[in-house]
């Protein structure tokens, strides 16, 4: 396994999905993490069964429109040190058409998807913030790589994540850090199970058409994470990931 020895890594949306599983394969390859969600209650089961010690939760709602991500990343420096590491997996979204797009749900998908990970990177770039060789994770989707219709939103929040880390990975270079993004398919997690109780067999059938391997384990997309995170991939920056069992293929 790649090795995460000592590091600590910041996961965002961390008390469920994919997120939840990035932190799983992390602290199994030696990582403390520092685990964000909304939900104390979630934060505090997640901790219990993460291998290792040292691991520290962080209850912060990032989609709220006076919140500041910036206080999350300094509240984790302040309490267990510099930070090798964040994968931003906290985000949201659903199939909308665009004739019910709202103002409202724009700027709350921006605010969560996109502006919070700006704001938590330019915090992370203070010196006193992040240790060298520092890796940062954005996870983003196919659907910033392939049309969908119903996720014109979504869609382009991810697709600004992909876009962003282009132009991110040349500034912050020279303080010895990384960025790159991965962009999974269908993932089996909670929200897979919610979508497939809301939608027909046939719909579901046409879904799992897509990805020729299969769907995704988040522990699929926690691979790449933490390889990402790690020492051998300290050549890797403004890069995108799919991670899609051939979704992006067909």
């Known amino acids: 396994m790649t090795p ?6 910041l996961i965002t949306g961390a008390s469920s999905g994919i997120g939840a599983g990035v932190a799983s394969m992390a602290a199994a390859r030696g990582a403390r993490i520092a685990a964000h969600g909304r939900d104390a209650g979630k934060l505090d ?20 429109p006076s919140a500041k991500p910036e206080e999350l990343v300094e509240s ?21 058409p665009l004739k019910l797009t709202r103002a409202e ?35 983003s989707s196919v659907a910033g790589l392939k049309g969908r219709p119903g996720q014109v939103a979504y869609a382009a929040t991810k697709g600004a994540l992909i876009a962003m880390v282009r132009a991110m990975a040349l500034e912050v270079v020279r303080d010895g850090m990384r960025v790159n993004t991965i962009a999974p398919a269908m ?12 939608n027909s067999g046939e719909t579901m059938k046409a879904i799992l ?6 769907l995704g384990e988040p522990a699929d997309v926690g691979s790449m994470a933490c390889f990402l995170l790690s020492e051998e991939a300290r050549w890797v920056t403004g890069a995108t990931f799919p991670v899609d069992g051939g979704y992006t293929a067909s």
């Open 4 to 9: 995460l020895d000592n590091k600590i890594i």
């Open 45 to 64: 089961a997640l901790l219990g069964s993460l291998p290792g010690e040292g691991h520290e939760k962080f209850s912060f709602d990032l989609a709220d």
């Open 76 to 96: 984790v420096v302040k309490q267990m040190g510099p930070i090798d590491g964040l994968v931003h997996s906290a985000g949201y979204g659903r199939i909308e």
């Open 105 to 139: 749900e724009l700027d709350r998908l921006w605010r969560l998807n996109v502006s919070s990970a700006i704001l938590m990177c330019k915090a992370l770039r203070k010196p006193a913030n992040h240790r060298q060789g520092c890796s940062v994770v954005l996870i």
């Open 187 to 198: 993932v089996r997690t909670a929200l897979f199970d919610e979508m497939s109780k809301a």
């Open 209 to 214: 058409a897509e990805h020729p391997s299969g």
